[in-house]
Structure formats: structure tokens, C-alpha cells
């Protein structure tokens, strides 16, 4: 029963999800033309690089550790942030640092300079990390309500801010950037606080328990790229 409750409230879910990613998608289309939203479609390809060759995937091998009860969840929750953080931290340095090569690469063609868009873009990859790690850690949780509500929290105000930013800001490209930004911390610190508070506000971190969980996390790294690869 509590199985089929909860594949209804992910179905109800994935309706509300779609229905507003069409008419987003509709609205992004029809503001932005056919040039601004290639551009904006380049600026997710490069997120998607970025996630395909920089994530960890930890997250899941904290769902794993935490079924097999191995380590406590806060002790985790707590390492699991901490290699979220530095992981992401360090991949966002190399990309700025690296960010003229990276531009040069998918921009050289453009007379129209997309600096500030690129920039905004890699800002949001650690908040991106963060946010699908906190969403399989509610699910390791089994907080099938938090998991729903950060993903249809994304989705509303990914709608609502563009639909402001769009029509009565007029920003364009960066309308869609900030708004994205803006909607994935907001869904982020919702999943984060939906944690039970025992579990938010204990932990420890531990250096041996970060490198297991980073180690098992690998196997699924590497054997998610070799996909994307093949």
C-alpha cells in the first residue's frame, strides 16, 4: 500500500513536472528566437560535460552505505557534503581557470560576447552537485515528499521567475540563467532542511569514511562515463 502511494505521488509528480517543462520550453522559444536558444542549448551542453566528466556520483554510494548501515546517515550526510563541496569547488577552478580555452571552443563564432552568461553557468555547477546529491540522499531517506517537492519546487519557479525576468525584466539569455540559479538553490535548501534535524546537526567528518564513500562512488563514475562514451 505504502509502495503504491508512492509510485501515485511520483506520477502526479512527473504530470505537474512535464506539463510546466512544456509550456517553459514554449515560452523560452518564443522570447528568446531560434539564436539566443541555440546559444542557451550550448551553454547546456557544456553543463552536461561538466557533470559527465566531473561528478562523483558519492551520492550513490551513500544510498548503498546508508542500506547497508554501515556508517551512521548524519556521519554521511555530513562527509557527503563535504566531498560535494570540495569537488565541486575544485572543478569550477579548473573552469574559470581554464575559461578562455573553454570559450574560445564553443563561442569563437559568435560576434554577440556570452562571457557573463558562461560565467553564471559554471557559478551554478556546485549549487547543480549539491542539488542532485541532496535529492537521492532523501530518497536513501525515503522522503519520497521532499524528493517530489524540490523537483516540482524547480520546476514552479523556473517557470515564474522566467515568466518575470522574460516579460517585465527583459534580460534575455540571462533571464533563464539566473532563474535556473535562483530555483535550484531555493529547491536545494528545501531538500537540505527537510533532512530530520538529528541528522542535519550531527556527523562528524572523517577523512577515512569520505575516501570509502568517494572510492565506491568511482565504480559508478567510471561505469556511468564508459555509457556516455559508448
Known amino acids: 500500500m505504502r509502495l503504491s502511494l508512492s509510485v501515485l505521488k511520483i506520477l502526479k509528480r512527473d504530470v505537474f513536472i512535464t506539463t510546466l517543462s512544456i509550456v517553459t520550453s514554449i515560452i ?14 550550448i551553454l547546456m551542453l557544456i553543463q552536461s560535460y561538466i557533470e559527465t566528466f566531473g561528478r ?24 557527503l557534503t563535504f566531498i560535494n563541496i570540495f569537488s565541486s569547488l575544485i572543478i569550477v577552478l579548473l573552469c574559470f581557470l581554464n575559461f ?8 569563437s563564432k559568435t560576434e554577440i560576447n556570452y562571457r557573463l552568461e558562461l560565467s553564471l553557468l559554471l557559478i551554478t555547477i556546485p549549487f547543480q552537485f549539491f542539488y542532485l546529491a541532496i535529492l537521492n540522499i532523501n530518497i536513501a531517506f525515503e522522503n519520497i515528499y521532499i ?27 540571462r533571464s ?27 556527523g562528524y567528518f572523517n577523512g577515512k569514511i569520505s575516501f570509502e564513500i568517494f572510492k565506491y562512488g ?10 556516455e562514451l559508448l
Request: charged fraction near 15%; hydrophobic fraction near 50%.
Open 28 to 41: 523560452l522559444a518564443r522570447k528568446l528566437g531560434p539564436l539566443i536558444l541555440g546559444i542557451y542549448s
Open 176 to 202: 533563464v540563467l539566473i532563474s535556473n540559479l535562483i530555483s535550484l538553490i531555493s529547491a536545494l535548501l528545501f531538500g537540505y532542511l527537510g533532512i530530520p534535524k538529528k541528522i542535519r546537526n550531527s
Open 218 to 227: 568511482m565504480q559508478f563514475y567510471l561505469s556511468s562515463l564508459l555509457s
Open 56 to 79: 562523483t556520483k558519492t551520492e550513490v554510494a551513500s544510498i548503498y552505505y546508508i542500506g547497508r548501515e554501515k556508517f551512521s546517515p548524519a556521519v554521511i550526510l555530513k562527509n
Open 147 to 173: 524528493f517530489n517537492s524540490m523537483k516540482s519546487i524547480y520546476s514552479f519557479l523556473f517557470f515564474v521567475l522566467n515568466l518575470f525576468n522574460l516579460y517585465l525584466l527583459d534580460l534575455g539569455l
Open 100 to 107: 578562455n580555452n573553454i570559450y574560445e571552443i564553443f563561442f
